[in-house]
Nanobody, 125 residues
Framework: VQLQASGGGLVQPGGSLRLSCAAS????????VGWFRQAPGKEREFVAA????????YFADSVKGRFTISRDDAKNTVYLQMNGLKPEDTAVYYC???????????????????WGQGTLVTVSS
């Protein structure tokens, strides 16, 4: 599956952005789709994920209550809605996907074989 991430940009603190992760080549059925981010000088970290079949969602503690993740069957797309953005959310955001991941591996970037190209989110006044 090929992934295309989009929706990044510059936003003021407290603002919102919606990132999109579109799949081509095959559907997301049976996949887990995750979002990770990497800030300058830092390691890539888990942000959120959704199991396509069950719609179960998972979030990093740092984004709980501010970010939501959802899917659109018709568009074969996963969205990351980011509200209440903070300067520390500034990073390149990547979507990733893989099939049949067990819950304990969802937050581990090494569990995912398919990655999008990344989209930059900058939170600054």
């Amino acid at each position: 599956v090929q992934l295309q991430a989009s929706g990044g940009g510059l936003v003021q603190p407290g603002g919102s952005l919606r990132l999109s992760c579109a799949a081509s080549g095959r559907t997301f059925r049976n996949y887990v789709v995750g979002w990770f981010r990497q800030a300058p000088g830092k390691e890539r970290e888990f942000v959120a994920a959704i199991k396509w079949n069950s719609r179960a969602t998972y979030f990093a503690d740092s984004v709980k209550g501010r970010f939501t993740i959802s899917r659109d069957d018709a568009k074969n797309t996963v969205y990351l809605q980011m509200n209440g953005l903070k300067p520390e959310d500034t990073a390149v955001y990547y979507c990733a996907a893989d099939q049949h991941l067990i819950t304990s591996s969802i937050m581990n970037a090494d569990s995912y074989d398919y990655w999008g190209q990344g989209t930059l989110v900058t939170v600054s006044s």
